[in-house]
């Protein structure tokens, strides 16, 4: 399928778009939402909160996969599959997410619940917020609810939008960038 909007070619980076870009590579969702400047802005320095943020970096990546898969996004899980590896997740794990057979333990089953049940009803059971407030505390359980819905968001913005994956890096060097999103650069005018 072909973008509905198109990502900015570097020739329109501004000096935020270019900073975001020197820390993490030209990546399409950032080069298309950035055609609205202050928007992106925002946006990006939320999304660094989240994912630079107090969950565990595999509470994290189960979360995001699950939202990824269960929104049909690729280009979401495509970009979280390695995160999810640096965060401990096995290659076994991260295909079970898809719904897989795999006996997860209860913490896993629990940030899978959340995201599941979040995307399905917009809101979690009684019996899941009780055991998410028996596993985190105050601002854990605001984080994981704020992480799952900013995924399940994104992941409908990048479907809507059409954002394509990016072309395979074409030697050893690209590959090895990774992904991950800014630190938040300066704000705009800087």
Same mark, same amino acid.
Not at 170 to 173: E, L, Q, T
């Given at each position: +399928?072909?973008?509905?909007?198109?990502?900015?070619?570097?020739e329109q980076w501004d000096g935020f778009l270019t900073r975001v870009v020197e820390g993490t590579g030209p990546y399409n969702v950032f080069t298309t939402l950035a055609r609205h400047p202050?928007?992106?802005?925002?946006?990006?320095?939320f999304g660094a909160a989240l994912l630079y943020g107090t969950l565990p970096a595999r509470d994290r990546e189960l979360a995001v996969l699950r939202t990824a898969h269960l929104r049909?996004?690729?280009?979401?899980?495509?970009?979280?599959?390695r995160l999810a590896r640096e965060a401990g997740l096995s290659e076994a794990e991260i295909e079970a997410v898809r719904g897989h057979g795999h006996e997860w333990g209860a913490?896993?089953?629990?940030?899978?619940?959340?995201?599941e049940e +979040?995307?399905?009803s917009g809101d979690l059971t009684d019996r899941t917020w009780q055991a998410l407030c028996a596993r985190y505390d105050e601002p854990g359980r605001i984080e994981?609810? +704020?992480l799952v819905a900013h995924y399940d968001m994104l992941a409908v913005v990048l479907n809507t939008l059409r954002v394509p994956l990016e072309e395979p890096p074409?030697?050893?060097?690209a590959t090895s960038a990774g992904h991950a999103p800014p630190r938040v650069p300066p704000a705009a005018g800087g």
């Open positions: +399928m072909n973008p509905r909007v198109e990502p900015l070619p570097p202050a928007l992106f802005q925002a946006w990006i320095g049909g996004s690729a280009y979401e899980w495509a970009h979280h599959v913490d896993d089953r629990l940030v899978l619940d959340v995201a +979040m995307h399905r994981l609810v +704020m074409r030697d050893a060097a």
